[in-house]
């Protein structure tokens, strides 16, 4: 166990004593108990409460990580994704909080540190009145979603750095950052859809809200919102990537068409000094001392006369002009 907190009717927290047994009995106030998954001990924990139903401990115990809600009429159970935090802060991989709420009990549960837990923790630690498990289980969604905000913030200036540099003309590593935000993106959205799909489907939120004060409403709007500005970033990278593509497209063909003007220009210098290389009798200036200078002249007279053929044909004006 974490750590875990007693509040009492007006929402004032107590540090639950690690020399004390934790109690999940209903009695006055609520209990709010926080757990490492990757301690074995807190799996034969749970399987050992009375208090907690099957379909409870299931779901803090499993090992499969996804996100999903279940009601079963007195206790919503799930998975909601969170950010991993480390000493840092927040980071940009994907874990999944483990919860059981009921009217007098919050079970929480994770294998990596994650920013809503951590933070929300944070804020009782430091003195924050909760009323019942259901306001904090949503101070905890909404502390997610601000570390949602924050990610999908640094990966719009980021874009913006990027975008900045393609209009520019400055391509670098472009390519590669603008497709690891894209992919980063493409993580968020995908466990925040599955879990504003899942908050659709509770099965009556008037009831788990009279039963655990949770309103799946609140957490939908912070969802859309989520999804909203991520789809926008999504469009802008889309587009963004379009743009890069032409622009590299039109820097190949610009260098295709130079490495092309200098292989018709060496052609013909090239044929003259293949010819004059056939081992036979009858070749010109081989008895003159300057022969030599003469097949040069002659070599760069026909690389002369292609190009002007080139100018003349109007292909490198239209390049250069393009």
């Known amino acids: 166990m974490i750590s875990a907190f007693k509040f009492d009717e007006l929402g004032q927290s107590e540090l639950w004593q690690a020399d004390k ?3 999940l009995s209903p009695g006055e106030g609520w209990v709010w108990a926080h757990f490492n998954l990757s301690d074995a001990r807190a799996h034969q924990w749970f399987t050992e409460r009375p208090e907690l139903t099957r379909q409870s401990q299931e779901v803090l115990t499993t090992h499969d990580e996804h996100a999903y809600l279940r009601d079963d009429g007195s206790c919503l159970t799930g998975m909601v994704a969170d950010l991993v935090r480390n000493v840092q802060g927040s980071t940009e991989e994907i874990g999944y909080l483990h919860f059981a709420l009921s009217d007098r009990l919050l079970i929480t549960a994770r294998r990596h540190p ?10 009782v630690e430091n003195g924050m009145r909760m009323a019942t498990p259901g306001e904090l289980f949503s101070a905890i969604i909404a502390n997610s979603a601000d570390g949602f905000d924050e990610l999908v913030d640094r990966l719009t200036i980021n874009l913006d750095r990027i975008e900045d540099r393609v209009l520019m003309e400055k391509l ?3 390519r590669q950052r603008l ?3 894209r992919h980063t993106a493409v993580r968020l959205q995908r466990p925040l859809a599955s879990l504003r799909r ?3 489907r509770v099965r009556s939120p008037a009831q788990v809200a009279s039963i655990t004060n949770f309103d799946p409403g609140s957490i939908m ?3 859309e919102m989520l999804e909203g500005d991520l789809a926008t970033f999504q469009d802008r990278a889309r587009l963004l990537q379009d743009e890069i593509n032409l622009k590299v497209a039109s820097q190949t063909n610009r260098q295709l068409f130079v490495l092309s003007v200098l292989t018709a220009l060496f052609v013909p210098a090239t ?4 010819l ?3 081992n036979v009798g009858g070749m010109p200036f081989t008895e003159s001392p300057d022969g030599f200078w003469w097949g040069l002249l002659v070599s760069l007279l026909s690389s002369l006369f292609v190009c002007l053929l080139l100018v003349k044909a109007g292909a490198i004006r239209r390049q250069s002009g393009s």
């Not at 994650?114 to 923790?121: I, P, Y």
């Not at 044929?271 to 293949?274: A, H, K, N, R, S």
Request: glycine share 10%.
């Open 21 to 23: 047994a934790l109690d």
């Open 114 to 123: 994650l920013q809503g837990a951590d933070a929300t923790r944070s804020a």
């Open 172 to 174: 670098m590593d472009e």
């Open 179 to 181: 497709s690891r935000a």
């Open 198 to 200: 899942t908050l659709r």
């Open 221 to 223: 709007q912070e969802l």
């Open 271 to 274: 044929l003259i000094t293949g």
């Open 276 to 278: 004059f290389g056939m």
